[in-house]
């Protein structure tokens, strides 16, 4: 017992008893630049880019509605794969993990349209989520890779899909652009998992020799197994300002020649400078920059094209070839 149990006033018990109003607990975040607490609204705004320019990691829903027109998406299917073809287990079973990435994406999803029907859905299982739309009108197939889901880990699931996304970019004969988050190959699927490196490239060859273009936007991280093919195989390569892009971490490179690496080593601005990216660019003027480029290299009866006539399905190998109707 003290002077305050006693003495206070009504409304400095109030004060003191711990009963305040119901607060969300994400109201505000955390700059990672320069350590100022932002309002979520104002990120939201911004397509979370804090006043630093510092550029969180985002979702596949709000790329979609940073890339295309009114914010209208057809989403993909993505083929579904084995669940736990090694059995694998570390300090918990595979399948545990994978539920408990899905339950992270879930409860992330619904926070950020709590009403399913305002907004196109989104289709993802595991790392990767897909959609078809347009980007100022260019028919464009949008994979975007979610750092959220177990690191964007590249596994059965993240190759079929973007085997998928290059596929009906083919058959409906749109541009392919890839957003890229990644911390490499999942351990849990071994071998299985590398495989998916020869079989991405294929599938881009695919692409490119239907003319169309494939465009890869590096996000914050990308590395890895994912660095090593297709986030390194597009026709132009944009960073987002301040990704680090890389096979091995700073960390390691730095134990391993037992030296200290020159300023923003392995982040887009020094690799732009290296000549090993093309462009960065800051977030918010991304689908100008991609549709500009988009309107360079798309073929020009594509481009034109309208959405409604392209085919869905890819034709078989053995059916006739015909135009679309223009």
Same mark, same amino acid.
């Given at each position: 017992m003290n002077w305050l149990t006693n003495f206070r006033t009504p409304g400095l018990k109030g004060l003191l008893s711990g009963n305040k109003? *119901?607060?969300?607990?994400?109201?505000?975040?955390?700059?990672?630049?320069?350590?100022?607490?932002?309002?979520?609204? *104002?990120l939201e705004e911004s397509f979370y880019v804090t006043p630093a320019g510092a550029h969180l990691r985002i979702s596949p829903r709000r790329r979609f509605r940073l890339f295309f027109d009114n914010e209208r998406w057809e989403p993909i299917p993505l083929p579904q794969v084995a669940?736990?073809?090694?059995?694998?287990?570390?300090?918990?079973?595979?399948?545990?993990?994978i539920k408990g990435a899905k339950s992270k994406i879930a409860k992330r999803d619904k926070e950020e349209a709590p009403d399913s029907g305002s907004?196109?859905?989104? #289709?993802? *299982?595991?790392?990767?989520?897909?959609?078809?739309?347009?980007?100022d009108g260019i028919p464009t197939v949008v994979l975007v890779q979610d750092f959220a889901f177990m690191g964007g880990s590249l596994g059965m699931a993240a190759g079929e899909a973007f085997i998928a996304a290059a596929q009906m970019a083919v058959a409906r004969k749109a541009g392919l652009v890839v957003c890229t #988050?990644?911390?490499?190959?999942?351990?849990?699927e071994g071998t299985l998992s590398l495989m998916q490196m020869p079989r991405t490239t294929l599938a881009i060859q695919e692409v490119k020799d239907a003319g169309l273009p494939y465009l890869v936007v590096l996000c914050d991280p990308t590395s890895g197994g994912v660095s090593a093919s297709y986030a390194m195989l597009g026709d132009i390569h944009i960073g987002e300002p301040g990704a680090m892009i890389a096979f091995s971490g700073p960390r390691v490179i730095e134990q391993t020649i037992r030296e200290?690496?020159? +300023?923003?080593?392995?982040?887009? +601005?020094?690799?732009?400078e290296k000549g090993q990216i093309d462009i960065v660019a800051d977030r918010r003027e991304l689908k100008s920059t991609i549709a500009r480029i988009l309107?360079?290299?798309?073929?020009?009866?594509?481009?034109?094209?309208?959405?409604s006539e392209l085919p869905v399905v890819p034709?078989?190998?053995d059916a006739p070839t015909t135009e679309s109707p223009t």
């Amino acid at each position: 017992m003290n002077w305050l149990t006693n003495f206070r006033t009504p409304g400095l018990k109030g004060l003191l008893s711990g009963n305040k109003k *119901d607060t969300p607990d994400n109201l505000w975040v955390k700059c990672p630049v320069s350590g100022e607490l932002v309002y979520r609204s *104002d990120l939201e705004e911004s397509f979370y880019v804090t006043p630093a320019g510092a550029h969180l990691r985002i979702s596949p829903r709000r790329r979609f509605r940073l890339f295309f027109d009114n914010e209208r998406w057809e989403p993909i299917p993505l083929p579904q794969v084995a669940a736990d073809p090694l059995k694998f287990k570390d300090d918990k079973p595979y399948p545990s993990r994978i539920k408990g990435a899905k339950s992270k994406i879930a409860k992330r999803d619904k926070e950020e349209a709590p009403d399913s029907g305002s907004v196109p859905p989104v #289709a993802q *299982d595991d790392c990767m989520a897909a959609a078809f739309g347009k980007i100022d009108g260019i028919p464009t197939v949008v994979l975007v890779q979610d750092f959220a889901f177990m690191g964007g880990s590249l596994g059965m699931a993240a190759g079929e899909a973007f085997i998928a996304a290059a596929q009906m970019a083919v058959a409906r004969k749109a541009g392919l652009v890839v957003c890229t #988050a990644s911390g490499g190959a999942r351990m849990q699927e071994g071998t299985l998992s590398l495989m998916q490196m020869p079989r991405t490239t294929l599938a881009i060859q695919e692409v490119k020799d239907a003319g169309l273009p494939y465009l890869v936007v590096l996000c914050d991280p990308t590395s890895g197994g994912v660095s090593a093919s297709y986030a390194m195989l597009g026709d132009i390569h944009i960073g987002e300002p301040g990704a680090m892009i890389a096979f091995s971490g700073p960390r390691v490179i730095e134990q391993t020649i037992r030296e200290k690496l020159p +300023e923003g080593f392995q982040r887009s +601005e020094f690799l732009r400078e290296k000549g090993q990216i093309d462009i960065v660019a800051d977030r918010r003027e991304l689908k100008s920059t991609i549709a500009r480029i988009l309107g360079h290299l798309m073929p020009p009866r594509a481009a034109s094209n309208d959405v409604s006539e392209l085919p869905v399905v890819p034709p078989s190998p053995d059916a006739p070839t015909t135009e679309s109707p223009t």
